[in-house]
């Protein structure tokens, strides 16, 4: 069983930036890849980053590339995204979500494990 818990979501100007970090619980930290999630209001949950359980592998939606990082110390049981240069279109609720395995996911599906979420508004 694996709990999840984010922070540091808040109200940002637009190009402006954010930190978001998501706690993990449990022992068999890298064991798990990590991803970030994001939902705005109206639109289905749709794939940010993501990244493998050692971090040595990460994959980002198109629409982050070059903006968002997404990270991880195994040592703190902490998986982050830093979000760079913020667009209005990046308001949503960021989730992390964790899935068993080495590889990288984008699938929403295969994450077995979800956190509540943190609001992320970017004004214009």
């Known amino acids: 069983q694996v709990q999840l818990v984010e922070s540091g979501g808040g109200l940002v100007q637009a190009g402006g930036s954010l930190r978001l970090s998501c706690a993990a619980s449990?022992?068999?930290?890298?064991?798990?890849?990590l991803g970030w999630f994001r939902q705005a209001p109206g639109k289905e949950r749709e794939f940010v980053a993501t990244?493998?359980?050692?971090?040595?592998?990460?994959y980002y939606t198109n629409s982050v590339k070059g903006r968002f990082t997404i990270s991880r110390d195994n040592a703190k049981n902490t998986v982050y995204l830093h979000l760079n240069n913020l667009k209005p279109e990046d308001t949503a609720v960021y989730s992390c979500?964790?899935?068993?395995?080495?590889?990288?996911?984008?699938?929403?599906?295969?994450?077995?494990?979800w956190g509540q979420g943190t609001q992320v508004t970017v004004s214009s």
């Open positions: 449990g022992r068999t930290f890298s064991s798990y890849a």
């Open positions: 990244i493998s359980g050692s971090g040595s592998n990460t």
């Open positions: 979500a964790a899935a068993p395995g080495s590889s990288i996911y984008s699938y929403a599906g295969r994450y077995n494990y």
